[in-house]
C-alpha cells in the first residue's frame, strides 16, 4: 500500500474561543492509502496542547508508510507495527482511519454497517457556544436554532450568566458546559446548583488533568450533574482509572489513536456504567466522518467539528434533526473536493 | 431472512468428567438463518447448569425468526430484539454467529479478517484432562502428547495427585486447572504451593459462582497463582464485577449470546488488566468456530469442544503447533458436512 499525506487549513467561521486558547484557524493532516487502486482516507488533527503539531504528523505518517505491508484488513497488525513508533495519536488516527475506509470500500459497505450498528440510534449532535461576552453568547446561541444541543465553553469570565442567556434563547435545548480545566473543586461545586436550575445535562473537564485527587474529591461529593473527563482520558486505561473519578468519558479519535481503539474504550466504558461521549477537535468533514461511523454506540455526540468551518476538503456527512449521519457509500462514506491524490 | 433449527447429537470420544457432572455425549442446536441463499449458520450449547435446555434454544430461536428482518448487517439492531425475549443465551448465541456468518460470506471475507485480527497471535488451546483415577489421569494425559496445554479438570479425590501425574507426563505443557467451583478457600490457598511447584498456570472457577465474599478474601490474599473466573462470569457486568474478586475471566459464547458481547467483554477487561481466557463447552466445530474467529484477542485459548467428540456436525477448523485455526474461508468458515438447511 501507497501513503500519501497533505496538510489542509480550515478556517473557522468565526472565533473559537475556549479557556486556554483562541483560534480563526485550524490545520489538519490529511492521508490517503492507496490499494490496488482503491483509495482510504483518514484524517489528523494534532493538538499542541497534547505536544503535537502538523509537521510532526507528517512525519510520522510518511515514516509510518513503511509499516503499512499489502493487506488492509490486517489492521491489528499495522496498527500495533504503527505503535511502536511513538504516541503521535492524531497522526495514528488518520492512519487507522484510512484503513477502515479501505476495508468498507473493498467490502461494499460503510463501516457503520461493517460494525453491525444502526444508524437510527445515533443521538444528536452539540453545537459549540464559544468563549464570549454575554451578549456575543446570546447571538452566537440565537444562530445555533437548529441544533438540538449546545455546548457552551466556559472558564471565563460570566460564566453563570453567560449560560443563562443560552438557556433563554434556547428553552427545550440540551445544554452542557466544558471547562476545560478551568474551574477549581470549589467553583465547581458552588456552581452546581445554578446549573441543575438551568438544566444543564453535564459538566465537561472542569479541573487539570493532573488534579486526580481533587477529581476524586469532586466525585465522592455525589454532585447532581455528571461530570464528563475529556483531558483526563485518551486511551483505553485513562476509562479504567475514570471510574470514581467522574461520571463520563469524552473519547475523542484524535486522542485515542482512531476507531479501533476508541471501539475498546467505549465497551470498557460501558462495562464500567460510565457515560460515553464522543467528541472531535477542529476537522474537515473526513476527521469526523469515522468518529461518526461509531456514533450509534455512544450516549451523548459533540461531533460539530466540520460544522464551525467556512471551508472543507470533504463531503458525504448527512446531518438530519439535530444528528451528524454518515452517508450510505462505502467505507467512511466522504470523498475528496477535489482530485486528491 | 428465514430461520432454520435442530438439534445434534455429539458422541465424546470419552466419558467428559468434572467436579458435578459426567456426560457421555452433548446436544447442541443448531441455526442456519437464510438471506437471498446464502446460509449463515450458528450453534447453541444450552448449559442445564444455568436453567438452559435444548427445547428451550429450540423454541426461543424458532420465536426469535420474527425478529430477524431483512438485513443481516444490523446486528446491533436484531440482537437488540432477539435479547429482549429474555436470557436465552446459547440461543442467542446460535443467532448472533450465523449473522456474523452471514455477514462475512456477503462481504467475502472471514470474520476474522473483518475485525482486522491477526491468526499468528492466537495462542495455543488447552486439552481437557477430566476427572478419572490418578491412573486414568496419567493415561490421558499421555493421549494428549499433541497439545501444547493441558486443562485439568479437578474438584475430586486425588487433585493434588493427579496434577502431579500430568507434569510427570506433559513436562513442557502450560497445565491450568479448573475446578468448577468444588473447592474452598483454605483449600485454595493452601494447594497453591504444590501447585507453584508443579508450575501451574492458573487455577480456574476455586469456589462456588456465589461466593463474592470469599473471592475477595481470596483475591487479598495475593495467591502465586492466577484465579480465573468462570462461572462467576456471563456477561459485561461480571467483567466490572470481577475486578477486585480475580486476576482475569473465562469469557464463552455460550454465556455471553455469542461474538459481539464477547468482543465488549474482551475490550472491558483488557482495560482492567484483566488476564482473558476465551472458553467452550462440549460443542461441534460449529460452535467452536465463532470464538476461534476472536480468539486472536484473548491470551488463554481454551477451545477443545470440538476435539473431544467422536462426531462432527461441520468442517473447516484447522490445528497446527497446538493452535485451533479459524479457516480462509468468509463467514465463520466452516461448512456443514449434510446438505443442511
Redesign the interface.
Known sequence: MDLHVRPFTLTLSEPFVISRSADEEAEVVQVAIVHRGVVGYGEAAPDPHYGESVPGAIEFCEQAAADLGDDP?????ILGRVAARGDKMAARCAIDSA?YDL?GKL???PVW??L???R??IPPTSYTISIDTVEGTADRARRAAGYHALKIKVGGPDDLERVRVVRGEAPDALIRVDANEAWTVEFTRDICPELVALNVELIEQPLPAAATEAYEELHAMQLPIPIVLDESCHT??D??AAWGRGDGVNIKLTKSGGI?EA???I??A????LRIMLGCMNESSLGIAPAAQIS?LVDIVDLDGHLLNANDAFQGLGFERGCVLPSDEPGLGVEPLDAWP
Not at 484488513?73 to 497488525?77: D, G, K, P, V, Y
Not at 460501558?270 to 456504567?273: C, D, N, P, V
Request: glycine residues 10%; hydrophobic residues 50%.
Open positions: 484488513f490486517a489492521i491489528e497488525a484503513l476495508v467490502c461494499g459497505q454497517r461493517i453491525g450498528l444502526d437510527e440510534t483505553l486505561p476509562v479504567a479501533r471501539l475498546r474504550m465497551h470498557a460501558r462495562a464500567l456504567g450509534p
